[in-house]
């Protein structure tokens, strides 16, 4: 997947950061996405709301911590810093600002969508351009036909694996919300707390498994712009569908805002690490995964 990305983003003409902020942080959001889906169709929103907070929450310190824990220090590279960082802090507040009436309606998850289409859009804004002077000199429709046309059998079989894939997490993601909801009956506790916590843990292991991987790669670019990107895309993409098909509304008011404490928290601890040096050590990522355990001991208390 490294070589994969790093040849697509040359393809593309964009860097490898913006191939990781958009399409990795899309594919390794599906796991949120489906459970969003499927949650929001089973009547059960909050759960989805309590996997974007917590999978946010864990991807900034949980994934952050345990890989450069286990890879060492990451090296901070390019011009993301300021600009990603903080768009991407911003994205994780907003969904958060516009529950404080107690709820996500159709029309916030309209602006989330919305939200998301000009980040992705901002991304490949100089790409757009060169496809309008593309187009000028032939006609992009028939250039796209004539390349869908040449797509050999060893694609065709990929795409049947891709649909083959999306129907296994489908059927994945139901299960997860079934035992999720049977599991907050069991145990006393509301949707939310179970999503914030058991389910963002299992739903962040796609992002885990890249993280380390492209650190040991030594692809930081890559490890920063899957992070960033993911939290753009479960606070916008995943939440603005879930909403769209089911309103939320929130029912653990007090774990709520203290899991909007703790993602802000982490997040300027974390700005705070790479701004100073532009680098995160194994010592800072220790803090980050004790501030990772403590946030899931307050929340289930």
Same mark, same amino acid.
């Given at each position: 997947m490294i070589i994969a990305t790093r040849r697509l983003a040359k393809g593309a003409?964009?860097?490898?950061?913006?191939?990781?902020?958009?399409?990795?942080?899309?594919g390794t959001s599906f796991p949120e996405l489906f459970v969003g889906i499927t949650s929001a169709l089973e009547g059960n929103p909050e759960l989805s709301l309590g996997d974007v907070i917590g999978s946010n929450i864990a991807n900034m310190s949980l994934v952050m911590g345990l890989s450069a824990l286990i890879a060492g220090s990451v090296i901070v590279r390019g011009n993301y810093l300021k600009r990603e960082v903080f768009i991407s802090f911003a994205a994780g507040l907003l969904p958060l600002i516009l529950l404080l009436d107690g709820s996500l309606n159709r029309v916030d998850g309209l602006i989330l969508l919305v939200i998301y289409g000009a980040y992705a859009a901002s991304f490949f804004r100089s790409r757009f351009v060169e496809i309008a002077k593309e187009h000028e =000199?032939?006609? #992009?429709?028939? %250039?796209?036909? +004539?390349?869908?046309?040449?797509?050999d059998s060893e694609?065709?079989?990929e795409l049947v694996r891709l649909f083959l894939g999306i129907a296994v997490m489908l059927f994945a993601a139901d299960m997860i919300v079934k035992l999720s909801v049977s599991l907050a009956d069991i145990v006393n506790i509301s949707s939310l707390v179970v999503g914030m916590v058991?389910?963002?843990?299992?739903?962040?292991?796609? =992002?885990?498994? #890249?993280?380390? %991987?492209?650190? +040991?790669?030594?692809?930081p670019s890559m490890f920063f712009g899957n992070l960033l990107g993911s939290t753009v895309t479960n606070s916008t993409l995943v939440l603005g569908v879930v909403a769209l098909i089911h309103p939320i509304q929130i029912g653990s008011v007090n774990k709520y805002?203290?899991?909007?404490?703790?993602?802000?928290?982490?997040y300027l601890t974390f700005w705070y690490f790479i701004k100073s040096k532009h680098r995160l050590d194994r010592w800072e990522a220790g803090i980050l995964l004790a501030m990772y355990v403590v946030f899931v001991v307050t929340v289930i208390v």
């Amino acid at each position: 997947m490294i070589i994969a990305t790093r040849r697509l983003a040359k393809g593309a003409g964009a860097n490898v950061f913006v191939i990781s902020a958009i399409v990795l942080a899309l594919g390794t959001s599906f796991p949120e996405l489906f459970v969003g889906i499927t949650s929001a169709l089973e009547g059960n929103p909050e759960l989805s709301l309590g996997d974007v907070i917590g999978s946010n929450i864990a991807n900034m310190s949980l994934v952050m911590g345990l890989s450069a824990l286990i890879a060492g220090s990451v090296i901070v590279r390019g011009n993301y810093l300021k600009r990603e960082v903080f768009i991407s802090f911003a994205a994780g507040l907003l969904p958060l600002i516009l529950l404080l009436d107690g709820s996500l309606n159709r029309v916030d998850g309209l602006i989330l969508l919305v939200i998301y289409g000009a980040y992705a859009a901002s991304f490949f804004r100089s790409r757009f351009v060169e496809i309008a002077k593309e187009h000028e =000199e032939e006609n #992009f429709a028939y %250039r796209f036909i +004539r390349q869908f046309n040449h797509v050999d059998s060893e694609k065709r079989k990929e795409l049947v694996r891709l649909f083959l894939g999306i129907a296994v997490m489908l059927f994945a993601a139901d299960m997860i919300v079934k035992l999720s909801v049977s599991l907050a009956d069991i145990v006393n506790i509301s949707s939310l707390v179970v999503g914030m916590v058991i389910v963002a843990i299992g739903t962040s292991l796609p =992002e885990f498994a #890249f993280s380390l %991987r492209s650190l +040991r790669k030594h692809q930081p670019s890559m490890f920063f712009g899957n992070l960033l990107g993911s939290t753009v895309t479960n606070s916008t993409l995943v939440l603005g569908v879930v909403a769209l098909i089911h309103p939320i509304q929130i029912g653990s008011v007090n774990k709520y805002f203290i899991a909007t404490a703790a993602f802000a928290l982490i997040y300027l601890t974390f700005w705070y690490f790479i701004k100073s040096k532009h680098r995160l050590d194994r010592w800072e990522a220790g803090i980050l995964l004790a501030m990772y355990v403590v946030f899931v001991v307050t929340v289930i208390v």
